[in-house]
């Protein structure tokens, strides 16, 4: 915890600079609701969440077992520094 990023935007410029808070590990299906809401995609609600990432998983996995329920999620809470 404490560590700090640089956020780049598409072309690779700095941003803004965020301190994580808070990284948990957890498979996709025990994601919570407080996450889902945190992130703030679609109406902000789990199943939401749970479409929106199950997309885009299926459709970028690199992974030979592509989508899992089962697979790691990194879940990283961060406070904006500037």
Known sequence: MGE???I???RGAPRAVIET???RVVPFGDVDADH?????EGDRSLAAWRE???RYW???SESPRGFA???PV???????IA
């Open 52 to 54: 929106i990432h199950e």
């Open 74 to 80: 990194v879940c990283e809470r961060f406070r904006l």
């Open 58 to 60: 299926r459709a970028h």
């Open 69 to 71: 329920p089962d697979m």
């Open 8 to 10: 780049l935007d598409g």
């Open 21 to 23: 808070t808070a990284v």
């Open 4 to 6: 700090l990023s640089i």
């Open 36 to 40: 889902a809401w945190s992130e703030g």
